[in-house]
Each structure stands twice: as structure tokens, then as C-alpha cells.
């Protein structure tokens, strides 16, 4: 039994069920925000292991079937409106230690990815780290709250870029997006910049961007040849002017995805490079929980087929 982890409408994981559906493999996809409406679960144990089950609608599934997790996009759990201030906190809290720790805990499961890895691997600071101890190109960067070094990096580069550290979303009364940047050094507001951290990058002049989708030791590597100044500035600003052309990947970068994976202990890696016009490949990110559904969209790679070759133990990833 697959146990897929997601969102409803993550046209990404319905991919990888669709495939896993068409191949007779039993599954289950659910949300922690459908607990405890639609999901409930009892385990006793612990001995070895919790014995028990999930119940989500009328399927019922034993903790020990299940074999793999595919964690995408859950939710956060969902109480009834009359669960208030501190009881609905409170709630959250033992749903979390209750049924999430339950769910981590399954001995000798596979997971793609393991949310603890996932949280490890999401720091940009960690990543390019890693990233420049694996042997790959990393642009030169500054992490800084004070505007004065900012300006001294800034003369050190051809052109500066900001970058956000963390998710670029922001959400209020309307969702905005944070996409790179170009900075003048001399419109820098030293007073918002001493509020928090921030990202400074030098520039990388490019051919093209990459998205690199590493699954397990297959790697599809899609070119994104960008039709706007927007999207050639950051790909995921102007999806609409994008091109998409699978490339290649050098075996220098092969190796070194694959040691930054066990690095990070990930099954998984959604990798952004930029391919400059002398062809060499720079690193910019890596989302251990990336999406890949458009690219296969647009490509027609099996990625979903990988995912689910992986779940099921098809290959590996050692």
C-alpha cells in the first residue's frame, strides 16, 4: 500500500496515482486536513511497531501494509468552526503528536521525501553550501541584514540580484509573489534591510535556465528558454513565455546531484541551474518538494512513472 500525502487537486501526486492505478498497485491518497472528518486512525502498541489502521471514508488501510509515503503537499488538520483560541491550538497540537507522529514512525516504510529531510534540506544557506562542497558552480552570495556590506559586495559583482531564503509567498488580503530581483545598489532602503535577512547574489549571465527533476538516480533535465525579460530575470514569474526543450546533463553534474541527494538523505530534487552561453552550469536551489507536473505536461518525461518505480521499489536509490 502506497500512502500518498497531498492536498486535494495536486495535479502532481494525481500523476503518480494515475500511474500507480494503472499498474493494479493499491493506494491511498489523503490529507491531514481531513482529519478527523474524513480521516480517523487507532493504534495500540507500541512493541516493535503500532498496530493499527487508517480509516478514510469507507477504506479501511492497515499500518502494516503500508510500504511507502509519498509526501507532497499536505495540509494543516482541520477542526469543527465551535473548536476555538487555545482548544483549536491544543487540538492541532495532539493531532500532530497523535496521528503525524504515527504516520513518521511506520518502521521500514520508503518515503519520498521524509518531511524531517525535507525541512533540512529547504535551507538556502545549507544548500549552496553543500551544493559548493559537492563540486558544483554556485554564484557568489551575501546573507545579510545590514545595507553597508550590501554595497560593499555590490562592487565586488557585475550586477546584484536579490533572492528570498525562504518560500517567495506571501500571503495577506491578496497573495503576492516575491520573484528575483535586480538591485541598485544606490535605491537599497537601509532601514528594511536592517529588519530582517536577506539574500544577495551576483548575477550569472545565461543561455538558459534548468529545471532538473531528480528521481532516485533517473535525472530529467528540461531547458527553459525564456520569451519575456521577466521570465528570463526568474522562469517563474511569466510561465506563459517559456519554451521547454529537454537537454542532457553533463556527468560532472550527474555526480554531483547525486552526492548532494545523499547528502541531504532525498529520494527526490527538484533542481534550478542556469546554463551560461559558454555552457557551464550553475547552481541556484534545490526544492526537496518541488513540483514537476508542468514539466512532464509540457515534455512528456515520465516522471510520474519514476515516482511510483521508486514507491514500489522498482529501483533504488543507494
Known amino acids: 500500500m502506497i500512502l500518498i500525502l497531498t492536498q486535494a487537486g495536486d495535479l502532481t ?15 491511498l491518497r489523503c490529507d491531514f486536513a481531513d482529519f478527523p472528518e474524513r480521516l480517523s486512525f487507532a493504534a495500540t502498541g507500541p512493541g516493535t511497531s503500532w498496530a493499527g489502521r487508517l480509516v478514510y471514508d469507507d477504506c479501511e488501510v492497515s499500518l502494516a501494509e503500508v510500504t511507502a509515503v509519498y509526501y507532497r503537499r499536505p495540509t494543516g488538520f482541520r477542526f469543527p468552526d465551535h473548536l476555538t483560541g487555545e482548544v483549536r491550538r491544543f487540538a492541532a497540537r495532539e ?7 504515527l504516520v513518521l514512525s511506520l518502521p521500514g516504510v520508503l518515503w519520498v521525501n521524509h518531511p524531517s529531510k525535507v525541512a533540512d534540506a529547504e535551507f ?8 559548493a562542497e559537492v563540486g558544483m558552480r554556485v554564484p557568489r552570495t551575501l546573507v545579510t541584514n545590514r545595507a553597508t556590506d550590501v554595497r560593499a ?8 540580484v536579490y533572492k528570498p531564503l525562504s518560500s517567495p509567498v506571501i500571503k495577506g488580503d491578496t497573495t ?13 532602503d537601509d532601514d528594511a534591510i536592517a529588519l530582517t535577512a536577506h539574500q544577495f547574489q551576483e548575477w550569472v ?9 531528480a528521481v532516485g538516480h533517473r535525472l530529467f533535465a528540461v531547458a527553459i528558454h525564456a520569451a519575456s525579460e521577466a521570465a528570463y530575470l526568474d522562469w517563474r514569474s511569466d510561465y506563459d513565455a517559456h519554451t521547454y526543450e529537454p537537454v ?3 556527468s560532472h553534474i550527474a555526480e554531483a ?5 545523499r547528502r541531504f538523505d532525498l529520494v527526490f530534487g527538484a533542481f534550478d541551474f542556469v546554463v551560461t552561453p559558454e555552457g557551464e552550469w550553475w547552481f541556484l536551489e534545490c526544492n526537496p518538494n518541488g513540483q514537476w507536473g508542468w514539466i512532464a505536461a509540457h515534455t512528456g518525461l515520465p516522471i510520474a512513472s519514476a515516482v511510483a518505480d521508486v514507491l514500489t521499489g522498482r529501483t533504488t536509490c543507494d
Open 205 to 213: 549571465p545565461k543561455r538558459y535556465d534548468v529545471r532538473l527533476t
Open 153 to 160: 559586495f555590490a562592487r565586488t559583482v557585475s550586477r546584484l
Open 124 to 131: 538556502k544557506v545549507t544548500q549552496l553550501r553543500i551544493a
Open 257 to 261: 546531484v547525486a552526492a548532494y541527494l
Open 13 to 27: 501526486a494525481e500523476r503518480v496515482r494515475a500511474v500507480l492505478d494503472e499498474r493494479g498497485l493499491p493506494n
Open 176 to 188: 503576492r509573489l516575491i520573484y528575483a530581483t535586480v538591485v541598485d545598489p544606490a535605491d537599497l
Open 248 to 250: 542532457d546533463v553533463p
Open 95 to 101: 493531532a500532530r503528536h497523535g496521528l503525524g507522529a
